[in-house]
């Protein structure tokens, strides 16, 4: 079990620019959720995969966010034109639903900062 | 909605200290109730879960009992140490749907030598 991973760990970009960040689940978990947690704050739901479908998304999921998760794998999550209102750190989770109960399992974060 | 309120931080102790974090929530149903912690620079880690009322989850030393007559999920520990400074947030899992996790605010705990 090697955990949940994110790439890159740190981003700077400048305001109008696209970024992509990648999640790498745990192996055999269906399930995948994007969370962004801005400075002093919890953790806000984004989004959520269970396998390849995109089930569900949070209303904090403006139209310049898009996420994906090919083959039900690892994930993506993009982000078009960015305002310094996106800088946070993005986070993902991964878990298995199992007898109607789940833990989700973090990867370390992806801290974006526009300039 | 949903809701989790959390102690507010930051709270600082001596080393080996009673350590006691306030969480309360608002839910429909019978939501799971989580502790992760977060050490700075890093991502969140579980620290302990209760999936029914009365359970007791525990590990590390921390301990949270469900109790669903006063909504609480209130985290202890008896006596704390400097690697525990971190900050803590308490969660539910929301079953409306995607069973997303709920966070409160966080608490940041520092505990001096």
């Known amino acids: 079990d090697t955990g949940v991973s994110q790439d890159p760990r740190h981003k700077i970009t400048k305001r109008g620019q696209n970024v992509t960040f990648r999640c790498d689940p745990i192996?055999?978990?269906?399930?995948l959720y994007w969370y962004r947690q801005t400075l002093g704050q919890g953790p806000e739901f984004l989004t959520y995969?269970?396998?390849?479908?995109?089930?569900?998304k949070s209303r904090l999921l403006s139209d310049r966010f898009s996420a994906e998760r090919p083959k039900g794998s690892f994930s993506t999550l993009e982000i078009q034109r960015t305002e310094q209102g996106d800088s946070a750190m993005y986070l993902c989770?991964?878990?298995?639903?199992?007898?109607?109960?789940?833990?989700?399992?973090f990867g370390p974060g992806t801290r974006l900062l526009v300039l | 909605g949903n809701s989790v309120t959390q102690m507010e931080g930051p709270v600082t102790l001596s080393e080996e200290a009673f350590l006691t974090i306030n969480c309360t929530y608002t839910?429909?149903?019978?939501?799971?109730l989580f502790w992760y912690v977060q050490y700075p620079g890093e991502g969140l880690q579980l620290l302990l879960k209760?999936?029914?009322?009365?359970d007791k989850g525990s590990n590390k030393g921390f301990e949270a009992t469900y109790r669903k007559e006063t909504t609480s999920f209130h985290l202890e520990k008896g006596s704390v140490q400097v690697s525990d400074s971190a900050v803590y947030f308490c969660?539910?899992?929301?079953?409306?749907?995607?069973?997303?996790?709920?966070f409160g605010q966080g608490t940041r705990l520092t505990i001096n030598p």
């Open positions: 989770a991964s878990s298995s639903y199992q007898r109607q109960q789940e833990t989700q399992y």
């Open positions: 192996s055999e978990h269906n399930r």
């Open positions: 995969f269970q396998n390849e479908a995109q089930l569900e």
């Open positions: 839910a429909t149903g019978y939501p799971s």
């Open positions: 209760a999936t029914k009322a009365d």
């Open positions: 969660a539910l899992s929301d079953f409306q749907g995607a069973q997303k996790l709920v």
